[in-house]
């Protein structure tokens, strides 16, 4: 069946730091690929996707780039804030759209000033 | 504000009550989601609804028990509970076709004593 495996938390980075979270998928077809953010005490908000290959999705500094070739979806930010702190889940919607989304265990990222 | 409001956001109880978790949203979606979220664990898919009708139940134990009357409100309802059922209770809600992202609300905090 379909998955996504990211890598293991947590990261800790200082402020201004380059980020990356790797993110790679299993899929047939052409899913569309997301990344959501959980703030502390939040529910998960949708952060950027991408629906096709070669799509680079960005929002606030972040981006990522849907690569068939590797499938691959890695997140990231050249410059990471304190308020960045937050855990990300990568995820992908199948080709056929009649399934939930496929959620990765998220990723724990603490930025310390 | 997520456009998703769940309450209570905090509930304890022992192991013989009953109580629901009540999910209410305005953004038009006509499908909608529970998820659970524990310590340590990936994000669970528990229930899918689409246009009122249960389309998903991820093998979920019968004492989680949910109820979507309409396409806008969903309960969970909760009864003779374990302590490990003890998460973060997550609804969402969506449009029905394969890119519309999901939109969560903050969560229920349940703890079962």
């Known amino acids: 069946g379909d998955s996504v495996t990211q890598m293991e938390g947590p990261v800790t980075l200082s402020e201004e730091a380059f980020l990356t979270i790797n993110c790679t998928y299993t899929?047939?077809?052409?899913?569309?690929l997301f990344w959501y953010v959980q703030y502390p005490g939040e529910g998960l908000q949708l952060l950027l996707k991408a629906t096709k290959a070669d799509d680079k999705g960005s929002n606030k500094g972040f981006e990522a780039t849907y690569r068939k070739e590797t499938t691959s979806f890695h997140l990231e930010k050249g410059s990471v804030q304190v308020s960045d702190s937050a855990v990300y889940f990568c995820a992908l919607s199948a080709d056929s759209g009649n399934t939930p989304l496929v959620f990765g265990k998220g990723t724990r990222l603490s930025v310390i000033a | 504000e997520t456009g998703v409001t769940q309450t209570p956001r905090h509930l304890v109880m022992g192991m013989t009550n009953k109580k629901s978790l009540k999910c209410e949203q305005h953004?038009?979606?006509?499908?909608m989601y529970w998820y659970k979220q524990s310590a340590k664990k990936p994000l669970e898919l528990m229930f899918v609804y689409n246009f009122k009708e249960q389309t998903e139940n991820n093998s979920v134990p019968s004492r989680f028990s949910p109820e979507c009357p309409n396409s806008s409100h969903l309960f969970l309802h909760l009864h003779t509970l374990q302590p490990e059922d003890s998460a973060l209770y997550l609804c969402a809600s969506s449009y029905k076709f394969r890119d519309s992202p999901l939109h969560f609300g903050n969560g229920t905090r349940l703890t079962v004593t």
């Open positions: 953004l038009g979606h006509n499908a």
């Open positions: 899929a047939t077809g052409y899913p569309s």
